[in-house]
């Protein structure tokens, strides 16, 4: 499970659809509607929020928003909409480092975008993080 702190436009379409469900699955960890991934680091962030479902619905409805600009059809009925929105830091280093494993993954899957995101030197957050500086984050698995 990977819930990326980089906005979801940097992602290709296998990257956005895995991010759309293990977001989902994220969602259930939270409301509690499933014994796996209870504990995935990927979710410290969230549940260490002020309101873990609030900033879950808010994530995933900017990744249904990238979704519908693709043309893709999410099921929009999957997010909460009464949710309210709060930014979330993510550390400079935990954004650098998830554009190299981003990269990674593009290199393989779709070079193109791959190279469109090597020439960003600064790497837009998902809109619901604000950028503090730091190392990579210490839930992440190195």
Do not use: C
């Not at 999957?78 to 993510?90: A, G, P, R, Y």
């Not at 791959?114 to 500086?133: C, G, Q, R, T, W």
């Amino acid at each position: 499970m990977r819930i990326w702190s980089v906005h979801p436009k940097y992602l290709d379409t296998k990257g956005l659809v895995a991010l759309w469900r293990e977001t989902i699955l994220a969602k259930h960890v939270l409301e509690g509607r499933t014994k796996g991934y209870r504990n995935h680091p990927q979710l410290i962030r969230f549940k260490q929020s002020d309101h873990p479902l609030d900033r879950i619905n808010q994530y995933l409805a900017t990744v249904y928003e990238e979704a519908t600009r693709r043309g893709y059809t999410f099921d929009k009925e999957k997010i909460d909409w009464n949710f309210s929105s709060s930014l979330m830091k993510v550390t400079s280093g935990q954004l650098q480092y998830e554009k190299e494993h981003l990269l990674r993954k593009l290199n393989v899957r779709d070079p193109q975008r791959s190279d469109l995101v090597k020439a960003i030197s600064k790497i837009d957050p998902h809109p619901m993080f604000k950028v503090v500086k730091g190392g990579i984050e210490a839930w992440e698995i190195l």
